[in-house]
């Protein structure tokens, strides 16, 4: 069984990180999607439970796809997953470069390939901190937030 995980603090997950699993998807038997657990001391994060429950509900129709916490390091998450691939969006060079650092030090710690997958033109620019931002300024960021068919994925209140 092919497995990959992708990992991060989705915080909020984004309609860029709802690309990057929709394209992921047909690559693998089995996507876990990683959310960084409670140990991450950024202001104002929803607890991981909230977080997964919200990106959970969202791939509440897709059996290949799995949602849980993971701690430490995302190859010892890999491992426990028995994932062979970490999958990572990328919007800009300046993510390019910090993403191929990150899988030079994990394929040689541990053998885990990572895929990159471009960002989709529209979604370049849009990350979780600036989707908190806008929200911060009473902006609404529904436009900017992951849809399943039969209703919008809800943020979470920062």
């Given amino acids: 069984m092919r497995t990959g995980i992708f990992v991060g603090s989705f915080n909020p997950f984004t309609v860029g990180h709802d690309s ?50 993971y701690y430490g390091l995302a190859v010892d998450f890999a491992k426990a997953e028995n994932a062979h691939f970490i999958v990572k969006g990328v919007r800009s060079v300046k993510d390019f470069e910090y993403e191929r650092e990150q899988a030079d030090i994990n394929r040689e710690l541990s053998g885990v390939e990572t895929i990159l997958l471009y960002s989709e033109p529209q979604y370049s620019s849009i990350s979780s901190s600036l989707v908190r931002e806008l929200q911060h300024f009473g902006v609404d960021v529904t436009p900017f937030l992951p849809k399943r068919k039969d209703k919008q994925y809800d943020v979470i209140t920062v």
Avoid at 28 to 39: E, N, Y
Avoid at 44 to 65: H, T
């Fill in 20 to 69: 990057v699993v929709t394209r992921a998807l047909p690559l693998f038997d089995r996507l876990v999607i990683g959310v960084v657990g409670d140990q991450v001391h950024k202001p104002d994060m929803p607890s991981a439970e909230e977080r997964i429950k919200a990106i959970a509900e969202l791939y509440k129709d897709e059996p290949a796809i799995e949602v849980k916490p």
